[in-house]
């Protein structure tokens, strides 16, 4: 053996000794990561999509991320207990996905300070616990900008579940945009106190389509309202997921939560060591509010008008709550090119003016 | 064509080793299922029954919590199976426990912020009142116009998800809530809540009622004659008459005991783990307990028992799913079989097959 070839074998082998032992480092600890879902990933909506981005997010650490998942947890006394055994079993950074599980993570994040929480919509922060939301009203202002073009009868529904901030911001966006396309437009509304129940779905896309509805929005996760607007020949919008099966016609479009590039940027910040605690509300601009494809059954030049709002909006150039706005009972909310700031929006309790009915409380 | 027949003296003997038996049925037909998942079966049915017990990792935790989740399961069982020795049928406990937690709360925020020593010792009263007035609406139909109580108890849980539903968006919402619905967190509330009583454990005040009500459900069905007069009437109504038991007096108070036990539970659970009133604040602890009831035979120890199996498959089935990704339903329709299993046994150790028509 020449001494040269012995010592690019000693540096090969070298090498292979070090990557070998990091390798063996990585696999020996993967970063534990856990998950607690309110339903099952085949909802097909809200928890459909919190798995997918943990799938994407699995994909793109490889073997340096295991991710332990608890299905089906109540929101309540059980939630408390199984992010407990999340952080017993070793987890590290656990993802809590439902709005009920807020006061459970906080105690639970109290007994374990070495381990990262993170909130899906709340408002209660620790040293450990962040707090991660969609602006979901930034593709209410698309999808309600092509439903006012797209109506002929002049009248959208929107079939709504719970008066909460989040509902109450999207049903106040979509209408904002539909009228600012079309004056004429007025928007029933349908509460069914759930975000998941088929039968209700279908009843009150059915009783709005018998109301002249040719347009439906829905803020619930199944697509049994989507069924109804085929029979009626009517549009609807996707929710949650693209429901994609339902296009050209009466799937027009859809809002999608895509939370991949939020866990993937957590992930990597704990591996970093750079997780801090925060409370991040995310729109089009980071893709985690993403407008699904909008089909041939628009015309080209209303596609072309949703999409550049859309452009405007993900660059930052246009908050949809902006001013001049006044509120349901005509008292004055934004003054000209006043844009609502963020603690108003997260509190949100009011319909803005022209839309009919009372908001439940 | 097979048909049952009644035994008419069911073996002691099978009577004590069914429910063994179909626990072991359980683990093979949920190890073929867990097989079939790709799952090794015995790790599956290992960290089912095992390590909410005794794993390092798990058990300090677990244990305590098995008791915890039994708890309310227990309570209510325990009322229920009262009712259900005597024919009495409340299906409606889940409204009741609903109705209790309200009532309880209700006590606890006309209070907030004051701190008295009584307001959790009231709240613990509303909470049983609750539950029992709920109760006493079936049982006044039924006594004064002959109403079916299966029914009324079971339409009135939906009632009472409704006034959940109200309350957690109306009157109760946390006005700091930033419009989420739920009511303000009990748990927060030092004179209204239900607490920790050994730290680390989470065991509350209601896992001490559950425990104290299995020992007064023993002692009244053995000594006392209330619970002579549930036995007779269960067995044969007209002995009872004879007996000296007045049908709709024992039809109230059996119902007025249920309900009371299930209000107790949802105050205790609202006051204590649980926190709030929101509109998803009950999970099935009512429909759940009808089970237990049976599974534990009627009888206050087996009732002990079958809540405590239920619990431990419950959180047994929540670390098999972190540990081994079973997906929730695998636990769900293991959980099935046990329960099939063990009612499906049990009618066999009570009938016999007979083969009909087999003679021809």
Known sequence: MKRRDFLAGTAATGTVLASGLANRAMAAEPLKVGFIYLGVPGDGGWTYQHDQARQKMLAHFGKAVETKVIENVPEGADAERSITQLALAGCKLIFTTSFGYMDPTINVAKKFPNVKFEHCTGYKRAANVSTYDARFYEGRAVIGTIAGRMTKTNKIGYIATFPIPEVVQGINSAYIHA??????????????????????????????????????????????????????????????????????????????????????????????????????????????????????????????????????????????????????????????????????????????????????? | MLTLEKRPNPSRFWTIVTPLLAVALTMIAGGLLFAILGKNPVEAIRTIFWDPLFNEQFAAYSRPQLLVKAGPLVLIAVGLSLGFRANIWNIGAEGQYIMGAICGTAVALAFYPAEHWYIFPLMILAGALGGWGWAMIPAFLKNRFGTNEILVSLMLVYVAENVESWMAFGPMRNPQGMGFPGSRNLQQYPAAANPELIPGTGIHW???????????????????????????????????????????????????????????????????????????????????????????????????????????????????????????????????????????????????????????
């Open chain 1, 179 to 361: 009228k600012k396309v079309n004056p004429n437009v007025e928007m029933k509304i349908i509460w069914v106190s759930t975000w998941f129940d088929p039968a209700k779905e279908a009843d009150a896309a059915q009783a709005m389509i018998d109301a002249g509805v040719d347009v439906l929005m829905q803020h619930t996760d199944s697509t049994a309202a989507m069924a109804k607007a085929k029979a009626a020949g009517i549009y609807a919008f996707g929710q949650s997921s693209d429901m994609i099966q339902y296009a050209p016609k009466p799937r027009i479009s859809s809002i999608i939560d895509n939370w991949a590039p939020y866990y993937i940027q957590r992930v990597q910040d704990v591996l970093d060591g750079k997780w801090k605690s925060e409370g991040v509300w995310m729109g089009i601009g980071s893709g985690v509010v993403e407008i699904g494809e909008i089909t041939d059954a628009v015309p080209a030049e209303v596609k072309a008008e949703a999409l550049a709002l859309k452009d405007k909006i993900a660059k930052g150039e246009y908050a949809p709550f902006t001013g001049p706005l006044n509120k349901q009972d005509g008292s004055p909310w934004l003054k000209a090119g006043e844009v609502a700031k963020d603690d108003v929006l997260s509190g949100l309790n009011f319909y803005v003016e022209g839309i009919q009915g009372k908001l439940p409380t």
């Open chain 2, 206 to 360: 209601g896992v001490v009622a559950a425990g104290l009500a299995v020992l007064l459900a023993y002692a009244l069905l053995k000594r006392h004659i209330f619970g002579f007069h549930v036995r007779v009437a269960g067995q044969s109504p007209r002995a009872a008459r004879f007996a000296g038991v007045e049908p709709k007096r024992l039809f109230t108070l059996c119902m007025g005991i249920s309900g009371a036990c299930a209000g107790l539970a949802g105050l205790f659970e609202v006051a204590g783990p649980s926190g709030q009133i929101t509109d998803s604040f009950n999970v099935g602890y009512g429909f759940t307990a009808i089970i237990v009831a049976y599974l534990g035979r009627l009888h206050p120890i087996g009732i002990l028992l079958a809540g405590l199996l239920l619990a431990l498959t419950y959180i047994g089935g929540e670390i098999a799913q972190l540990q081994l990704n079973l997906p929730a339903s695998a636990i769900q329709a293991f959980q099935g079989m046990l329960l099939f299993f063990l009612l499906g046994l049990d009618v066999l150790s009570n009938y016999r097959i007979k083969r009909k028509g087999a003679q021809k």
